[in-house]
């Protein structure tokens, strides 16, 4: 009996040992991961984050955590002319991510470009250009979980060339596009192309102010009302020539410029601010809009471009990229599906 007590009490000690152990080793982890929890606790009251349930918050933790340790790599590597940035897609997966553009890149091989290119014989194109400092862009807007890039990257050259025709810089509406071009290839959330987008302007006649038709971020109906009250109109578009960064300059040098690019990469989703460089492919997944270009501080020459995810992302809304690339379809494919309406 004697014996048995002992060995049970040895038993229970060991158990408890165990547990010890184990309690032990559990806390440890937490203890490790207190600092970068706490990260992204802090992160989520800033971007407003909510998780419904336990095991999503842990989920996206996980992939916070995976990002923010990737993003740090980077930026400490210090070997590239731009940096990352702990943004508002930190609890995406570059998977997640992608989801998001819709640019009908898939659809490109069917386009017919239009020959006409009304700058082809410009000469002289100043060295730097930024159309914000002209008063031709309107502030960063956010095209939400809706992959309506397409919309605000032909609404942003219309807002542009509507101030260079007129005098007047009026923010435009995208969801009439997203609600009431639907009969060709644009559908509205699910994706579109610019130069659709300006067929639609131009055969609607005109395209209403933003305060009249706000943006949803979800398809809608068309609101007939709305859309027939014309705060803008266009009298065509036309196709930069493609591939050739010389021929885009002539066409920025003129206007903001829709262009297509490939924007899927981790770097993109994470920019903030520098010249990005890459790395990106040509497989065009986002329409965004020229708005400049310049040449940085240690002589790199880039695009300026407005994006449409919020002025928390990028350099407040904004990525300056690479220009004059070796490849002909420039950086990201900047240079492969350029077009622009005009007044
Ligand atoms: C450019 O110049 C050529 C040669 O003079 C001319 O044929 C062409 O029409 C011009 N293009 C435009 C868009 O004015």
């Given at each position: 009996?004697?014996?048995?007590?002992?060995?049970?009490?040895?038993?229970?000690?060991?158990?408890?040992?165990?547990?010890?152990?184990?309690?032990?080793?559990?806390?440890?982890?937490?203890?490790?991961?207190?600092?970068?929890?706490?990260?992204?606790?802090?992160?989520?009251?800033?971007?407003?984050?909510?998780?419904?349930?336990?095991?999503?918050?842990?989920?996206?933790?996980?992939?916070?955590?995976?990002?923010?340790?990737?993003?740090?790599?980077?930026?400490?590597?210090?070997?590239?002319?731009?940096?990352?940035?702990?943004?508002?897609?930190?609890?995406?997966?570059?998977?997640?991510?992608?989801?998001?553009?819709?640019?009908?890149?898939h659809v490109c091989s069917k386009i017919t470009r239009t020959p006409t290119f009304r700058y082809e014989n410009m000469t002289a194109v100043p060295a730097t250009l930024d159309w914000r400092q002209e008063g031709a862009v309107t502030p960063i807007k956010d095209q939400g979980q809706c992959g309506c890039c397409w919309a605000f990257s032909a609404v942003a050259a219309t807002e542009g060339i509507t101030k260079l025709s007129t005098g007047k810089l009026i923010s435009l509406s995208e969801q009439e596009l997203v609600d009431c071009d639907t009969k060709g290839v644009d559908q509205g959330c699910e994706g579109g192309l610019m130069d659709d987008a300006f067929k639609f302007i131009l055969q609607n006649k005109g395209l209403a102010a933003e305060a009249i038709y706000p943006y949803e971020g979800v398809d809608g109906t068309c609101n007939a009302k709305a859309e027939g009250n014309h705060a803008t109109s266009i009298k065509g578009y036309e196709d930069v020539?493609?591939?050739?960064?010389?021929?885009?300059?002539?066409?920025?040098?003129?206007?903001?410029?829709?262009?297509?690019?490939?924007?899927?990469?981790?770097?993109?989703?994470?920019?903030?601010?520098?010249?990005?460089?890459?790395?990106?492919?040509?497989?065009?997944?986002?329409?965004?809009?020229?708005?400049?270009?310049?040449?940085?501080?240690?002589?790199?020459?880039?695009?300026?471009?407005?994006?449409?995810?919020g002025v928390k992302w990028g350099d407040k809304g904004y990525i300056r990229m690479q220009r004059d690339v070796a490849a002909k379809e420039g950086l990201c494919g900047i240079a492969m599906l350029a077009s622009y309406p005009n007044a």
């Open positions: 009996m004697a014996f048995k007590k002992v060995l049970f009490q040895y038993f229970t000690l060991a158990l408890c040992l165990v547990f010890a152990f184990c309690a032990f080793e559990g806390n440890a982890r937490t203890l490790e991961d207190a600092p970068m929890r706490e990260r992204h606790e802090q992160w989520m009251a800033i971007h407003g984050k909510v998780y419904t349930h336990s095991y999503e918050k842990e989920q996206k933790y996980q992939t916070f955590k995976e990002n923010v340790q990737r993003i740090e790599a980077f930026n400490h590597a210090g070997n590239k002319p731009y940096k990352l940035g702990i943004n508002h897609f930190a609890d995406l997966t570059n998977e997640e991510f992608k989801a998001i553009n819709r640019f009908k890149g020539p493609a591939n050739s960064e010389s021929a885009l300059l002539k066409a920025v040098a003129n206007q903001p410029v829709s262009v297509a690019i490939e924007a899927s990469g981790f770097e993109f989703q994470f920019y903030s601010g520098g010249v990005f460089t890459g790395s990106c492919g040509t497989n065009l997944d986002h329409g965004v809009t020229a708005v400049g270009y310049g040449v940085s501080d240690d002589g790199t020459k880039y695009w300026l471009v407005k994006n449409s995810w």
